[in-house]
């Protein structure tokens, strides 16, 4: 996993350049839009901009920025940042929530996806994770990382024969994620991955 201090100093910057005040308005554009859309899909808003404004409070700690950005790219950069430190930090349902709510903002974009499938898996809830990285995967299939960590989400859920494919899918497209995908591989043949224990929350 990336070192809490790559993400914290990434985060800092982009507070600087006012990621904290898009997410700010980001979450507040969200919340206007569901006062005027059905109920199911109003509920998933609203849980949008709470998560937009959990991440705009996490910037503004780090600091109060300067002019207002649009929310892409620096507001959406600035809050998986802070999703991501706080993943690495033992914060996994408040990554989940930022990553869930940076995929309802941007929802072309495999970054909120991401952060939520790696979020997902941290928690243990595997079926959710695989969810999340094939959504991810959809939106950018030549992003060889977020295939890696979905061949690891396969391999935990238990559904090894997909995990395999996936696996040498991520494998043969070469990259950072090569030695990931390796090392999931050599767990695989020698039986170091077994399918999760009852009680666990898909």
């Known amino acids: 996993m990336t070192p809490p201090d790559t993400f914290i100093e990434l985060a800092r910057r982009l ?12 979450a507040d554009r969200l919340m206007a839009r569901a006062r005027h859309i059905p109920t199911p899909r109003a509920r998933g808003l609203r849980r949008a901009a709470i998560g937009l404004s959990i991440a705009a409070r996490a910037l503004y700690q780090l600091s109060p920025g300067g002019p207002v950005p649009p929310f892409r790219p620096v507001g959406l950069r600035g809050a998986i940042a ?38 997902l898996f941290a928690q243990g809830r595997f079926a959710r994770a695989v969810v999340a990285l094939s959504a991810a995967i959809s939106r950018d299939p030549f992003d060889a990382f977020t295939r890696a960590l979905h061949a690891e989400a396969l391999l935990f859920s238990g559904e090894h024969e997909a995990g395999w494919r996936a696996l040498s899918l991520a494998t043969a497209r070469g990259g950072e994620q090569v030695p990931l995908a390796r090392a999931l591989e050599l767990a695989l043949r020698t039986g170091a991955l077994r399918r999760p224990a009852r009680g666990v929350t898909p």
């Open 15 to 26: 507070a600087r350049e006012g990621a904290g005040a898009a997410c700010d308005l980001e």
């Open 82 to 119: 802070v999703g991501s430190l706080g993943l690495a930090r033992g914060r996994a349902r408040q990554a989940e929530l930022i990553g869930l709510a940076c995929a309802q903002a941007s929802p072309d974009s495999p970054a909120g996806l991401r952060l939520a499938g790696q979020a």
